[in-house]
């Protein structure tokens, strides 16, 4: 069966590069650089999903050369999902492309994961989501992991509604993703919705679905993630984040078991089991100015607890080397051992990104290591810890300026002045990095 088809108009040739080196594990990503070729492109392929720039005119910041886009990709006989990519603060145009029919929005610099479940999302909502439909399985030999996969068998095969708990980048969503196919309901549509990514002005059309004029803009019917995720497993990530006003209306939903579409006359029933997640502590949740209690006692029938990596830290070095060769593999590198006392150092960091901050690790270790195995450096675990303030003179100056420019300098350095791939080691967008760039003189 052939890859879906990801078509993705943006005219930055570095923003570009990026996108389609981390999505082509979903599909065949093809770039085009200006709306312009679109037509001709059109006459003769289908995108399965469209990931749309909004300017194309330099100095250009209104997005409506964007719109335009998104408007003739809405009038197809057969419209493909679009994803619009805003710049970070732009929420009024990411709102303004929703209600003209985009499928969802991704901001400009993007989280990698957060991008990758969004395409994902939309594949999957179109039935091209073969790439995407099976989550890596859930990697670990330890006892907590035993323990949660236990859980995970028990739980999946029933109805009930669960809430998974777990630290950032643990894996919250391979969890559900697992939950999901050990059911019975693993024959129909994964849908994951990150909630507190949702606009409060179209959160009803986003999740509950509009119809035809229900408000300006509402040019055709339009489903939301409840009616995409009938007879499947809708998850509601970061459902933590979601504002009480949202949460009320989540609530009436789930206890009615019926939603009804704006604009829409009568209720839809309701044919989904809900999963969701926070990194919420669990003494925030029973918090009442944080989160309902009738809500939280709706979506908890079962709690799944993951564990974050310093509890786990023998799955540490397995881990480490599935990244390392699925990334090897990806970036076309031979394949290299993990150093003895690499593999101890990762083992004993604590990893506060947990499994998300690992994977990162392993992809910078493939792509800058020049050794013949993988070395601790590799990983750029971090300086070692500085003396606490007690133990510093008074008089010593810690010359934040010098450590910076020194870490930018070595950034570019390692990456051969590439500022792109700097700023992706260092954690920046490259506007910051070249403003910085800009102050050292570098």
Request: with cysteine.
């Amino acid at each position: 069966m052939s890859k879906p088809c990801i078509l993705l108009i943006e005219d930055d040739a570095d923003v570009a590069l990026a996108a389609r080196m981390l999505l082509r594990k979903l599909g065949d990503c093809v770039h085009l650089p200006h709306p312009d070729q679109l037509d001709a492109w059109l006459a003769r392929q289908a995108p399965d999903v469209v990931l749309l720039d909004m300017n194309y005119t330099p100095g250009a910041v209104s997005g409506a050369e964007g719109l335009a886009v998104l408007a003739r990709l809405r009038a197809l006989p057969a419209p493909p999902p679009v994803i619009v990519l805003t710049a970070y603060a732009d929420v009024p145009l990411a709102v303004a492309a929703l209600k003209q029919g985009a499928q969802d929005f991704v901001t400009k610099p993007w989280d990698n994961d957060k991008l990758c479940q969004t395409v994902a999302g939309a594949l999957a909502r179109t039935g091209g989501a073969d790439a995407a439909a099976a989550a890596p399985a859930l990697l670990g030999e330890s006892a907590a992991m035993d323990r949660l996969r236990a859980m995970i068998a028990s739980v999946a095969p029933t109805e009930a509604n669960v809430l998974i708990l777990g630290e950032n980048g643990v894996g919250k969503e391979l969890v559900a993703h697992a939950v999901h196919q050990a059911s019975r309901r693993a024959g129909g549509p994964f849908q994951s919705v990150d909630m507190g990514a949702l606009p409060e002005s179209t959160f009803d059309s986003e999740l509950f679905g509009h119809r035809k004029g229900a408000f300006t803009d509402a040019r055709s019917d339009r489903s939301g993630r409840f009616q995409s995720a009938a007879g499947g497993t809708l998850f509601l990530d970061e459902i933590g984040n979601l504002p009480l006003a949202g949460q009320a209306k989540l609530l009436t939903a789930l206890e009615r078991r019926q939603i009804t579409p704006l604009g829409a006359d009568k209720p839809e029933p309701l044919d989904v089991r809900v999963l969701s997640a926070t990194n919420l502590d669990e003494a925030m949740l029973h918090d009442p100015q944080c989160f309902r209690r009738d809500l939280l006692f709706r979506l908890n029938t079962i709690v799944l607890r993951v564990p974050p990596l310093r509890e786990r830290r023998d799955d540490i070095p397995l881990l480490a080397r599935h990244y390392l060769a699925h990334y090897a593999a990806q970036y076309g590198k031979p394949a290299l051992p993990l150093a003895t006392a690499a593999a101890a150092a990762l083992a004993e960091h604590d990893w506060p990104g947990n499994v998300r901050a690992l994977r990162h690790a392993c992809e910078r270790a493939v792509i800058l290591s020049r050794g013949d195995e993988y070395r601790a450096a590799d990983f750029d675990l971090g300086p070692a810890a500085l003396p606490p303030a007690a133990a510093l003179p008074l008089d010593a100056p810690l010359k934040l300026d010098e450590r910076e420019r020194a870490a930018i300098r070595q950034a570019l350095d390692s990456s051969a002045g590439n500022v792109s791939h700097a700023a992706r080691l260092l954690g920046l967008s490259r506007a910051a990095l070249y403003r910085r760039m800009e102050k050292h003189g570098l």
